[in-house]
């Protein structure tokens, strides 16, 4: 079934075609949704309203570019909001700091599985999560990150250096751990 007839089908209410476009993306937007998530409560229940997003607002999509990157935006803006409503404020830069501030590599990670990787991720604070999830997988800038989230460039790129640094601390951590369980 091409996506066209899937789309129309979807907006006309036929509820097969909703399950076909559920069972089509769910995995995938359900990726997404755990690099956001504190849990796999939570992102189930990010997946839930992003599904519920995407039938309310199919008519909008005009076809400019992928169906699929549509939808993970619309999934990424959902986890966002989530994000915005449960978490406190971003702690400020002043500009001063922000010239101390490294911006290290993750080497360690290339030796992990994803599901590591993602439950690593998962135990991030909800600000270093979503501006490195932004950042890292989803490629947007410190400027749009801030006018995302409503905090400066220099916060953005703040949080994405403490991030790395708290990740780099729990990958550490996670292989010293692993290489201990393989020794004994």
Not at 10 to 32: D, N, T
Not at 64 to 90: A, D, Q
Not at 133 to 144: A, F, I, R
Request: proline share 1%; aromatic share 10%.
């Amino acid at each position: 079934m091409s996506e066209s007839d899937l789309i129309k089908g979807c907006i006309a209410g036929e509820r097969r075609m909703q399950e076909e476009l559920y069972h089509r993306f769910s995995p995938k937007m359900y990726a997404v949704c755990l690099r956001y998530a504190s849990n796999v409560e939570d992102a189930q229940d990010l997946l839930q309203e992003g599904f519920i997003k995407i039938y309310r607002n199919l008519h909008h999509f005009r076809a400019e570019g992928s169906f699929e990157g549509w939808i993970r935006r619309v999934f990424v803006n959902t986890s966002i909001e989530h994000f915005r409503k449960k978490s406190t404020k971003l702690s400020m830069v002043t500009e001063k700091e922000e010239g101390t501030i490294e911006d290290t590599d993750i080497t360690a990670l290339e030796s992990l599985a994803e599901k590591d990787i993602i439950k690593i991720v998962q135990e991030l604070s909800p600000g270093y999560r979503a501006v490195f999830n932004l950042y890292v997988v989803e490629g947007y800038s410190h400027k749009e990150i801030g006018d995302m989230l409503g905090i400066s460039e220099g916060t953005s790129k703040s949080q994405l250096a403490r991030a790395k640094s708290v990740l780099q601390k729990k990958v550490a951590q996670y292989l010293s751990d692993t290489q201990k369980s393989y020794t004994r």
